[in-house]
């Protein structure tokens, strides 16, 4: 006779046995054990995905939700994440790219679309690109490509003297200095991937860019010291910070500086979108058209900035002509102008003295004496 072991009913088979009827309260509770361990593995699987059930689904590393309000999370588009990188790391480079769709489309599925570099997406498809990682650098990349992207005339300053810009079309965010690494400061920015396309109102984009923030400082292992948020009013931007598109004449000067003049500048041909002018951040994106009817390109730049985060971007550019440091109020200052090579050969006499002539309009009106570019 084979021994039953002690605690355990002769009688008693295990819940995958059926050699034997069963007491309906035990088939009862077998069905309860296999649906609590379904339950759990879906719990744990979705505990791994940062988006528990029945929960807004979130993207890029958890910085965004959806239906959280702006545009590109609202409820007039599907999300999917496209690409994702590893978490932001101080010195490492992380994107993440959503992608949306029309809930009109056939399609909602991110095979459908189009890789990164690929052909334009259809109408119905728009895509925001997430950043954060250190500026370009190489100086000649940072300068005509990064910088002029990202300190745009188009954007306002975020309010309070927080470092960074926002407009319908971008976000950029210098983070705190623990962030650095290299000597260079970790940068966080939002951008829609096609050239037209917007994000949403300002408020809204600045909504996108400090969720984004708040999590890099988080992953990134920085997120010590003062929090980073917005507690008053986001300036607007757009027209209304864009002068008129023709040649500057007499004392107003190119992007309203009265240094800032060219020689020989066709009429219609060159504008500027002015954006933040105060004591601490002016920005000015030159743009030109290459003939009569052309279609508007980026020309050239003029920034002027003493809050030290800022100023940070600029940090192993020094010794190039149009980038000139000094003390305003105590406070250490750049000022910063890059030009095309269309632009600068309308310079008079040549594009060190225009950007001498443009310091010296800004530096005065600072009532700064600190600074003395090369002529």
Request: hydrophobic share 35%; charged share 25%; aromatic share 4%.
């Amino acid at each position: 006779m084979t021994a039953v072991p002690e605690g355990v009913g002769a009688n008693e088979p295990s819940c995958g046995e059926s050699r034997a009827p069963r007491p309906r309260r035990r088939r009862t509770v077998c069905l309860v054990l296999l649906v609590l361990a379904v339950l759990g593995g879906a719990l744990l699987g979705a505990r791994v995905t940062e988006n528990w059930p029945f929960e807004p689904r979130r993207y890029c590393w958890g910085a965004w939700q959806e239906g959280s309000g702006p545009d590109a999370l609202g409820d007039d588009y599907r999300r999917v994440s496209k690409r994702e990188s590893a978490p932001p790391e101080r010195g490492r480079q992380a994107t993440c790219v959503l992608a949306l769709v029309d809930p009109g489309s056939d399609s909602t599925d991110a095979a459908d679309m189009p890789a990164d570099g690929g052909k334009t997406p259809p109408l119905e498809y728009k895509r925001v690109v997430a950043h954060v990682g250190p500026p370009p650098r190489a100086a000649g990349e940072r300068r005509s490509a990064w910088l002029a992207a990202f300190l745009h005339g188009s954007a306002a300053p975020l309010p309070e003297g927080l470092p960074g810009v926002v407009g319908r079309d971008r976000g950029m965010f210098v983070l705190p200095r623990e962030c650095d690494s290299g000597g260079l400061p970790t940068v966080a920015t939002v951008r829609p991937a096609g050239e037209d396309d917007e994000l949403g109102s300002e408020p809204e984009v600045a909504g996108l860019l400090m969720s984004l923030v708040r999590t890099a400082r988080e992953k990134a292992g920085c997120a010590q010291g003062k929090p980073s948020r917005i507690t008053a009013p986001v300036r607007a931007s757009g027209p209304e910070g864009q002068s008129g598109m023709g040649r500057e004449e007499g004392d107003a000067g190119l992007c309203r500086i009265p240094g800032m003049r060219f020689a020989a500048v066709p009429e219609g041909r060159y504008g500027a979108h002015v954006g933040a002018v105060d004591g601490r951040l002016q920005t000015c994106s030159v743009e030109g058209r290459t003939d009569k009817h052309g279609d508007l390109v980026s020309s050239g730049q003029f920034v002027m900035t003493s809050r030290p985060r800022l100023a940070a971007l600029f940090a192993g550019m020094r010794g190039r002509d149009g980038l000139v440091e000094g003390e305003c109020g105590g406070r250490r200052t750049v000022f910063f102008l890059q030009l095309d090579d269309r632009l600068e050969k309308k310079a008079t006499p040549d594009s060190r003295r225009v950007f001498a002539r443009t310091v010296d309009s800004v530096a005065e009106r600072l009532d700064c004496q600190n600074v003395r570019p090369r002529a």
